[in-house]
C-alpha cells in the first residue's frame, strides 16, 4: 500500500510540475527559498541548545539549509538573467 501512495506522490507530482507555466517558476523559486530560511532558523534553534545530539543535528541542519538557500538564490538570479533584454 505505501508503494502505491509514493508512486501516486510522483505521478501527482510530476503532472502539477509540467503544468505551471514557465513565468510562474521564478515566483515559485523565491517561495521555496522564503520555506528553506524559515528551517535555517529553526536550525540555529537547535544548533544553540544544551544537548550534544541537538547541536551536532542543528548544525548539520544549519549547513544543509544555508547551500539550499544560496543555491535556490542562484538559481533565481540565473532565471531572471533569461528575461533581460540581449543588450543590457
Known amino acids: 500500500m505505501?508503494?502505491?501512495r509514493?508512486?501516486?506522490a510522483i505521478f501527482v507530482?510530476?503532472?502539477?510540475?509540467q503544468k505551471v507555466p514557465p513565468t510562474l517558476h521564478t515566483p515559485l523559486?523565491?517561495?521555496s527559498n522564503a520555506i528553506s530560511g524559515i528551517t535555517l532558523l529553526g536550525a540555529l534553534v537547535s544548533a544553540g541548545t544544551a544537548d550534544r545530539l541537538s547541536t551536532v543535528l542543528g548544525f548539520i541542519?544549519?549547513?544543509?539549509?544555508?547551500i539550499n538557500v544560496v543555491g535556490g538564490f542562484l538559481?533565481?538570479?540565473r532565471m531572471l538573467q533569461m528575461f533581460k533584454a540581449s543588450g543590457q
Open 2 to 4: 505505501k508503494n502505491s
Open 13 to 17: 507530482g510530476f503532472e502539477v510540475i
Open 6 to 8: 509514493n508512486a501516486l
Open 29 to 31: 523559486t523565491s517561495g
Open 75 to 77: 538559481v533565481t538570479n
Open 61 to 66: 541542519a544549519v549547513v544543509f539549509a544555508t
